[in-house]
């Protein structure tokens, strides 16, 4: 669907994107994310044929973005970070309007709007745009760019701002909409429904590609999990000191960097005569990626 090389954008001496190259697949989620000024924003209006890249190629549903981008308009529904509506109009006036410049018959439009407000939980009760609160005016946004029925959705921090109901409904609604077949590439700071939403992740820093892949591939790449052991032992007893254990709740518990390290752990535990009461896994987050690369892209491995 999408296949991006090489990618540079500079504005003057400043290098927005420096060489980013990746491939989207048709009717996945994929996520862009990255520190404040690492690129995202410059990514997806590149990606929506908003600015035109100083060099590279892209290429979105066999369509040169380069060359053409305007043919891809009516493949195209984008959402900016801020809801810009036309404030004096209602809402149906607002929808009809985009329908109309996508030459979408009135009873088209009509259907459409019914069906996405609907899905969007919107009753807006014919108000004007201004007069409504910020998370109406995000599921107004968003409706109107899917107004045209688009095969690929550019999005840039859907839920920002959001209360948690309506960043979580909207969340649901992007992983309806990629089960109907809609690609959606999705840049949020809320990673973790980056991580719930998304099945490529590309991380950006100063322009850079970091890192990409899968979840499961940017976690083997940036440490195994690890697990944490809570058990139980005996009244009065206390842990081995070579344990590490605390005090957990009416337990304790231990962390264990592999899985060997987890069955010595156990063994010992059940050698005092404990009881291993549950064991976690835990994975390397999003957040924590980035914080390992820094602000400079580069994956440090120490504090």
């Known amino acids: 669907m999408i296949e991006a090389r090489d990618l540079v954008k500079r504005y003057g001496d400043f290098v927005a994107l420096d060489g980013v190259s990746f491939d989207c697949l048709t ?16 990514l997806l209006k590149c990606l929506a044929g908003l600015v035109q890249p100083t060099s590279g190629s892209l290429v979105v549903d066999g369509i040169d973005v380069l060359a053409d981008p305007v043919a891809l308009k009516e ?40 069906r996405l407000l609907g899905a969007l939980g919107l009753d807006h ?15 107004v946004a968003i409706a109107r760019s899917l107004i045209h029925d688009p095969s690929l959705l550019v999005y840039d921090e859907p839920t920002s701002g959001l209360d948690p109901m309506t960043s979580r409904y909207i969340a649901d609604y992007l ?33 850079r590609c970091a890192a990409f892949g899968s979840m499961d591939e940017l976690r083997s790449r940036f440490g195994p999990p690890t697990y944490r052991v809570h058990f139980s032992l005996p009244a009065g007893r206390s842990p081995d000191p070579s344990l590490a254990a605390v005090v957990d709740g009416a337990g304790f518990s231990v962390e264990a960097a592999s899985i060997e390290e987890m069955n010595t752990l156990t063994a ?23 914080v390992a690369l820094g602000g400079n892209g580069a994956l440090r491995t120490g504090p």
């Open 27 to 42: 009717a996945e989620c994929f996520g862009v994310i990255g520190h404040n000024g690492a690129g995202k924003t410059t």
């Open 75 to 114: 493949r195209l529904g984008y959402l900016s970070e801020e809801s810009r509506l036309y404030e004096t109009m209602t809402v149906p006036d607002y929808l009809g309007f985009f329908g109309e410049l996508y030459g979408l018959s009135r009873e088209t439009v009509v259907e459409r709007q019914e």
């Open 125 to 139: 009760g014919n108000k004007r745009c201004a007069e409504l609160s910020k998370g109406m005016k995000r599921k």
């Open 175 to 207: 992983a309806e909409l990629r089960g109907r077949g809609k690609t959606i590439v999705l840049s949020a700071h809320n990673l973790y429904q980056v991580e719930a939403l998304c099945d490529h992740v590309l991380i950006l820093s100063k322009g």
């Open 268 to 290: 010992a535990v059940a050698a005092e005569g404990g009881r291993v009461e549950r064991v976690e896994s835990h994975s390397p987050s999003l957040e924590e990626m980035l």
